[in-house]
């Protein structure tokens, strides 16, 4: 008797699993009408990000209640925030917006993952869909004319100097290069690897740069023409001779000290610290700088094809797998409308162009002077590219990522781009 | 019945129920975003035949949990033998020496990577002994051996405990007699301690090897799988193919290989017990 | 003679116990070090964290992270949340593990030994491999952000069958006769279990309850799946979610954070360590 009710018990307990994966695997649809509750995913969990949402969130609450009941706005937990929204959303628990990396964006877009909101932001009433500079929102486009995605965030790359350090060293100031053609990597090097060695600092820091995240040091090749795959994403380019030429410098840079050996998966040495020459890094990080010692906020310098300004970005979209994403992309249209894009550039530089001054900027990087945001930001942004993207990037950024070790470890430039080659090009071409 | 029912019901709904969707969803195609899913029979696993990575994956993983069941139990029955005696400030050292089982993973692991970076704490200190320390985590040849220290030293003091344990359980007379026979301390040890404790050898290396088997937050952390793959252990393979990747299936397959490859290495272990264990277990 | 014999000897043993005292403090350096500087680092100001080589000792002393580690996260609830999960599932685990490990030892029941093996090999089924098929099931059953999957796994779940074996290896080696004497006299399973066996095995209680307490309050990667508000945060994964503005981690505060966990278990264990280790050594972890 008592086994068999135990047998009983664990059949059920089988299909309380199997109904929830069938409920996840049909999806959402909505049945119901009246106000809805929705929630978005969001990589952040800082509080002030979130009362910030919040209010925005409530205020459209009070204007839209006859659609929108609550809106939620949930941090993904996990460090690794495409993983977390992963988990989630394959366990059946889909978020109706949420925010989007941009390693991701084209991958999410091309497998139609986002919902398109362009007929509704071109038709939302003082929206101004073409203040987003066309290059920002380009990559949250299809080919259609869809849009995918606001780029709440679009901040440029620059290099931070610290003008103590270089003065002990007995170096010059860079400051003073800037728009001069002296002002290229090739002297920031030198610079570097001459402070490395007289204070024992850090030379030239790539922050953001760790094995796993290949595409912040592959990035600066594009001042030298070089490029990881053709424009169309489909030809491997790692083998080029342009690339070729950047990596080898770079590895000649890591030789001589100007820039440090990478060591693991580890954070490296902050500019904060004090100990770090040069810099490379986006505005938000000179929240955690003071007036220990001095610095400043300088556009990329030139490599030998001149100049290509670069930024980083993230989206906010609509998940197509959400069951209210009519609702959601109204919401959308009221959380980046003009008023609120500019609340939201006290935290992320917007990609609005009336929006592109330093008063909007320096709200959110207060320690950077006007002559600073302008040279490094506003000059910059029209320009810049987006870091590099690909629509199967996934698939292959381990492969890239074991193929480049051996490149900062000092092996053969040559042999490991080209190996990479072999491996990706299947993958690229599809 | 009704003693076992919640324990073995409780396995058996969150081990192994589990564990038959796993096999499931290894014999599909499901890309986890789109909701897409597609039975593509044992494609994942003529894959996982071909694939290099995996292949890479599977050494390291072999490798680390061999290193660190050696290198585990060999300083957790020296720990336990050097600790086993009445001495002044015995019970601190014994702390310093548990300390690290109760420091989060992440913790541990976050404090080792400033540690061995290559202007790191211990290369600054080989630096004072006139050694150049290589890039530890960046070094092919070090960073799986840096990785083993780092997980031996996080648990190794829960096997000590365990084998301190099972030393003061170890008659005193016997050891003495033994001494009196004129038998030498290491003799003694191999021919009477090992053999007294080889029922709790067997049973942390069960567990020890599991453990390691499992690792991911240190590789995570620490080396990102890298340089190359040489610790792209299968935790971290399959948790990148699955997130990063985005291919759920193809992760489900990794995920059943690495349980065989766990449960033929404890079966391995235990089959061996007969011949070196006294004690049935 | 003899007293000469006995000179050389104390001398020699004083000689050996230096010795020891001096290996021991070597030995010593790689456990502790990370841990002292992990605590000293949560005085320095966040940017000194960084300097290279790593110091141990801060240049320039402050609080600032101890009191971020309070302001910028409900710390204390967080605090209390690992406190009251880890107390629910020790207990819950040394009851249901006893049961259960007393039943594999003493009672025969229908399909006893296939259970067994069901158990020993649940136990190698990694969590990262089944945490999709568990997520969805805690999904369906509303579960989700709740602090139930996080009780509910580490009581029953694979992890939980060391527990079941340690029990099981206390009772196997536990003479019989009390047990027998109380059922010839009328007293039924449950009365036996719960009045003579379980009392008698406390060493196995010991030893059980730290490994559960300290597997619940280590336990990070469940809740970085199920959970999502701070207010029900555990505190593994507390202590990696502060960030600054920027989303830039605050290492200074991560560090203090750590050291407040670590902190009082390391006290409890140096006050209950003797009969920790004397727990195993009785049971059937003993040699």
Same mark, same amino acid.
């Given at each position: 008797?008592?086994?068999?009710?135990?047998?009983?018990?664990?059949?059920?307990?089988?299909?309380?699993?199997?109904?929830?994966?069938?409920?996840?695997?049909?999806?959402?649809?909505?049945?119901?009408?009246?106000?809805?509750?929705?929630?978005?995913?969001?990589?952040?969990?800082?509080?002030?990000?979130?009362?910030?949402?919040?209010?925005?969130?409530?205020?459209?609450?009070?204007?839209?209640?006859?659609?929108?009941?609550?809106?939620?706005?949930?941090?993904?937990?996990?460090?690794?925030?495409?993983?977390?929204?992963?988990?989630?959303?394959?366990?059946?628990?889909?978020?109706?917006?949420?925010?989007?990396?941009?390693?991701?964006?084209?991958?999410?877009?091309?497998?139609?993952?986002?919902?398109?909101?362009?007929?509704?932001?071109?038709?939302?009433?003082?929206?101004?869909?073409?203040?987003?500079?066309?290059?920002?929102?380009?990559?949250?486009?299809?080919?259609?004319?869809?849009?995918?995605?606001?780029?709440?965030?679009?901040?440029?790359?620059?290099?931070?100097?610290?003008?103590?350090?270089?003065?002990?060293?007995?170096?010059?100031?860079?400051?003073?290069?800037?728009?001069?053609?002296?002002?290229?990597?090739?002297?920031?090097?030198?610079?570097?690897?001459?402070?490395?060695?007289?204070?024992?600092?850090?030379?030239?820091?790539?922050?953001?740069?760790?094995?796993?995240?290949?595409?912040?040091?592959?990035?600066?090749?594009?001042?030298?023409?070089?490029?990881?795959?053709?424009?169309?994403?489909?030809?491997?380019?790692?083998?080029?001779?342009?690339?070729?030429?950047?990596?080898?410098?770079?590895?000649?840079?890591?030789?001589?000290?100007?820039?440090?050996?990478?060591?693991?998966?580890?954070?490296?040495?902050?500019?904060?610290?004090?100990?770090?020459?040069?810099?490379?890094?986006?505005?938000?990080?000179?929240?955690?700088?003071?007036?220990?010692?001095?610095?400043?906020?300088?556009?990329?310098?030139?490599?030998?094809?001149?100049?290509?300004?670069?930024?980083?970005?993230?989206?906010?979209?609509?998940?197509?797998?959400?069951?209210?994403?009519?609702?959601?992309?109204?919401?959308?249209?009221?959380?980046?409308?003009?008023?609120?894009?500019?609340?939201?550039?006290?935290?992320?530089?917007?990609?609005?162009?009336?929006?592109?001054?330093?008063?909007?900027?320096?709200?959110?990087?207060?320690?950077?002077?006007?002559?600073?945001?302008?040279?490094?930001?506003?000059?910059?942004?029209?320009?810049?590219?987006?870091?590099?993207?690909?629509?199967?990037?996934?698939?292959?950024?381990?492969?890239?990522?074991?193929?480049?070790?051996?490149?900062?470890?000092?092996?053969?430039?040559?042999?490991?781009?080209?190996?990479?080659?072999?491996?990706?090009?299947?993958?690229?071409?599809? | 019945?009704?003693?076992?029912?919640?324990?073995?019901?409780?396995?058996?709904?969150?081990?192994?129920?589990?564990?038959?969707?796993?096999?499931?969803?290894?014999?599909?195609?499901?890309?986890?975003?789109?909701?897409?899913?597609?039975?593509?029979?044992?494609?994942?696993?003529?894959?996982?035949?071909?694939?290099?990575?995996?292949?890479?994956?599977?050494?390291?993983?072999?490798?680390?949990?061999?290193?660190?069941?050696?290198?585990?139990?060999?300083?957790?029955?020296?720990?336990?033998?050097?600790?086993?005696?009445?001495?002044?400030?015995?019970?601190?050292?014994?702390?310093?020496?548990?300390?690290?089982?109760?420091?989060?993973?992440?913790?541990?692991?976050?404090?080792?990577?400033?540690?061995?970076?290559?202007?790191?704490?211990?290369?600054?200190?080989?630096?004072?002994?006139?050694?150049?320390?290589?890039?530890?985590?960046?070094?092919?040849?070090?960073?799986?051996?840096?990785?083993?220290?780092?997980?031996?030293?996080?648990?190794?003091?829960?096997?000590?405990?365990?084998?301190?344990?099972?030393?003061?359980?170890?008659?005193?007379?016997?050891?003495?007699?033994?001494?009196?026979?004129?038998?030498?301390?290491?003799?003694?040890?191999?021919?009477?301690?090992?053999?007294?404790?080889?029922?709790?050898?067997?049973?942390?290396?069960?567990?020890?090897?599991?453990?390691?088997?499992?690792?991911?937050?240190?590789?995570?952390?620490?080396?990102?799988?890298?340089?190359?793959?040489?610790?792209?252990?299968?935790?971290?393979?399959?948790?990148?193919?699955?997130?990063?990747?985005?291919?759920?299936?193809?992760?489900?397959?990794?995920?059943?290989?690495?349980?065989?490859?766990?449960?033929?290495?404890?079966?391995?272990?235990?089959?061996?017990?007969?011949?070196?264990?006294?004690?049935?277990? | 003679?003899?007293?000469?014999?006995?000179?050389?000897?104390?001398?020699?043993?004083?000689?050996?116990?230096?010795?020891?005292?001096?290996?021991?403090?070597?030995?010593?350096?790689?456990?502790?070090?990370?841990?002292?500087?992990?605590?000293?680092? $949560?005085?320095?100001?966040?940017?000194?964290? @960084? !300097?290279?080589? /790593?110091?141990?000792?801060?240049?320039?002393?402050? %609080? =600032? +992270?101890?009191?971020?580690?309070?302001?910028?996260?409900?710390?204390?609830?967080?605090?209390?949340?690992?406190?009251?999960?880890?107390?629910?599932?020790?207990?819950?685990?040394?009851?249901?593990?006893?049961?259960?490990?007393?039943?594999?030892?003493?009672?025969?029941?229908?399909?006893?030994?296939?259970?067994?093996?069901?158990?020993?090999?649940?136990?190698?089924?990694?969590?990262?491999?089944?945490?999709?098929?568990?997520?969805?099931?805690?999904?369906?059953?509303?579960?989700?952000?709740?602090?139930?999957?996080?009780?509910?796994?580490?009581?029953?779940?694979?992890?939980?069958?060391? $527990?079941?074996?340690?029990?099981?290896?206390? @009772? !196997?080696?536990? /003479?019989?006769?009390?047990?027998?004497?109380?059922? %010839? =006299? +009328?007293?039924?399973?449950?009365?036996?279990?719960?009045?003579?066996?379980?009392?008698?095995?406390?060493?196995?209680?010991?030893?059980?309850?730290?490994?559960?307490?300290?597997?619940?309050?280590?336990?990070?990667?469940?809740?970085?799946?199920?959970?999502?508000?701070?207010?029900?945060?555990?505190?593994?994964?507390?202590?990696?979610?502060?960030?600054?503005?920027?989303?830039?981690?605050?290492?200074?505060?991560?560090?203090?954070?750590?050291?407040?966990?670590?902190?009082?278990?390391?006290?409890?264990?140096?006050?209950?360590?003797?009969?920790?280790?004397?727990?195993?050594?009785?049971?059937?972890?003993?040699?």
């Amino acid at each position: 008797m008592r086994a068999t009710r135990s047998r009983v018990a664990a059949i059920t307990l089988t299909g309380v699993l199997a109904v929830s994966l069938t409920a996840c695997a049909a999806g959402g649809e909505s049945g119901e009408s009246g106000p809805v509750d929705l929630t978005m995913a969001l990589w952040s969990s800082n509080e002030d990000h979130l009362a910030l949402l919040t209010q925005i969130g409530d205020a459209y609450v009070a204007e839209h209640g006859d659609e929108v009941a609550s809106i939620t706005f949930e941090p993904v937990t996990n460090p690794d925030y495409v993983a977390g929204l992963t988990t989630q959303i394959a366990g059946g628990d889909v978020p109706d917006l949420a925010w989007i990396p941009e390693a991701s964006g084209p991958e999410f877009v091309d497998s139609g993952i986002l919902h398109n909101v362009g007929d509704t932001l071109e038709t939302t009433e003082g929206y101004a869909l073409d203040d987003i500079l066309p290059a920002a929102l380009a990559p949250w486009q299809d080919e259609a004319g869809g849009v995918y995605a606001y780029p709440f965030s679009n901040s440029p790359f620059a290099l931070y100097v610290n003008k103590d350090l270089l003065a002990a060293a007995g170096q010059p100031d860079v400051t003073a290069l800037v728009g001069t053609p002296d002002y290229t990597w090739h002297t920031v090097t030198d610079i570097a690897a001459a402070t490395a060695g007289a204070t024992g600092s850090v030379g030239l820091n790539i922050p953001t740069f760790n094995p796993t995240n290949w595409s912040a040091v592959t990035m600066l090749g594009n001042a030298w023409g070089a490029a990881p795959w053709s424009a169309d994403g489909k030809t491997c380019e790692f083998s080029s001779p342009e690339m070729i030429d950047y990596l080898t410098w770079y590895q000649e840079q890591m030789t001589r000290g100007a820039i440090p050996p990478v060591s693991g998966n580890a954070a490296p040495a902050a500019f904060a610290s004090g100990d770090v020459a040069f810099s490379v890094a986006q505005l938000s990080q000179s929240g955690s700088l003071d007036d220990t010692f001095e610095w400043s906020f300088l556009p990329l310098p030139a490599g030998p094809e001149g100049y290509h300004p670069i930024v980083g970005q993230a989206g906010v979209s609509v998940l197509e797998r959400s069951a209210h994403t009519e609702q959601a992309a109204g919401f959308l249209a009221y959380l980046t409308n003009p008023e609120n894009a500019e609340l939201l550039a006290q935290f992320f530089p917007p990609p609005r162009e009336s929006l592109l001054n330093v008063e909007v900027l320096s709200q959110a990087a207060p320690k950077l002077s006007p002559e600073e945001i302008q040279s490094a930001i506003i000059d910059v942004v029209p320009e810049a590219t987006v870091k590099p993207q690909n629509a199967v990037l996934s698939q292959f950024t381990d492969a890239v990522r074991a193929g480049l070790d051996p490149v900062w470890s000092g092996g053969d430039v040559e042999t490991a781009v080209t190996g990479i080659c072999e491996q990706i090009s299947p993958i690229l071409e599809g | 019945m009704a003693f076992v029912a919640p324990q073995v019901l409780g396995v058996i709904v969150l081990g192994v129920i589990p564990f038959i969707f796993v096999v499931w969803y290894s014999f599909n195609e499901w890309r986890p975003l789109t909701g897409q899913m597609e039975f593509i029979g044992l494609d994942n696993y003529s894959r996982l035949a071909a694939d290099p990575t995996f292949s890479a994956s599977i050494v390291a993983s072999l490798l680390f949990s061999a290193g660190v069941l050696i290198l585990n139990l060999v300083i957790a029955i020296s720990l336990a033998v050097l600790l086993n005696r009445r001495l002044k400030g015995i019970t601190a050292f014994r702390t310093i020496f548990f300390s690290p089982v109760v420091v989060s993973v992440v913790a541990w692991s976050v404090t080792w990577g400033f540690l061995l970076a290559p202007d790191g704490g211990l290369n600054g200190a080989l630096e004072l002994l006139g050694i150049d320390g290589p890039n530890w985590l960046a070094d092919p040849s070090t960073a799986l051996i840096s990785l083993v220290v780092v997980q031996v030293f996080k648990g190794v003091g829960m096997n000590m405990v365990l084998f301190l344990a099972a030393l003061q359980s170890v008659p005193e007379e016997i050891r003495e007699a033994a001494q009196l026979d004129g038998a030498s301390p290491w003799r003694s040890f191999w021919s009477i301690t090992v053999p007294m404790i080889a029922p709790t050898i067997l049973l942390t290396g069960i567990l020890t090897t599991i453990g390691s088997l499992e690792v991911f937050a240190p590789v995570q952390l620490l080396t990102g799988g890298g340089p190359g793959n040489t610790t792209n252990v299968l935790p971290f393979f399959l948790y990148r193919t699955a997130f990063i990747s985005q291919q759920f299936g193809y992760a489900s397959a990794i995920g059943v290989v690495l349980f065989a490859i766990i449960l033929a290495l404890t079966m391995l272990q235990w089959s061996t017990r007969r011949k070196w264990v006294h004690d049935e277990v | 003679m003899r007293s000469d014999a006995a000179s050389a000897a104390r001398k020699r043993s004083r000689v050996t116990t230096v010795t020891l005292y001096v290996l021991l403090v070597a030995v010593s350096f790689p456990f502790l070090y990370p841990t002292l500087w992990m605590f000293f680092s $949560s005085f320095k100001p966040a940017n000194e964290i @960084f !300097l290279q080589p /790593p110091t141990l000792l801060p240049r320039e002393w402050t %609080l =600032d +992270g101890f009191v971020q580690v309070f302001t910028a996260q409900p710390f204390l609830q967080q605090y209390g949340n690992s406190m009251y999960i880890a107390v629910i599932v020790t207990v819950s685990s040394i009851l249901l593990s006893a049961m259960a490990g007393y039943a594999f030892a003493r009672i025969r029941f229908p399909l006893r030994n296939s259970a067994f093996v069901l158990m020993l090999a649940a136990m190698m089924v990694p969590v990262e491999v089944t945490i999709i098929p568990i997520f969805t099931a805690v999904n369906a059953m509303g579960l989700n952000d709740t602090h139930w999957p996080l009780i509910i796994l580490p009581i029953f779940g694979p992890t939980s069958v060391v $527990s079941v074996f340690i029990f099981r290896q206390h @009772f !196997l080696s536990f /003479p019989r006769d009390y047990e027998e004497a109380a059922r %010839l =006299d +009328g007293v039924s399973r449950a009365g036996v279990f719960f009045r003579i066996a379980l009392p008698l095995a406390t060493p196995a209680i010991a030893a059980v309850g730290i490994m559960a307490f300290l597997r619940s309050f280590n336990m990070y990667f469940e809740a970085l799946i199920f959970l999502r508000t701070p207010e029900k945060f555990t505190l593994g994964l507390a202590i990696t979610r502060y960030q600054d503005f920027y989303g830039e981690q605050m290492w200074n505060t991560q560090l203090g954070a750590a050291s407040l966990t670590v902190i009082p278990i390391l006290v409890v264990f140096l006050i209950a360590q003797k009969q920790f280790v004397q727990g195993l050594a009785q049971t059937g972890l003993k040699g």
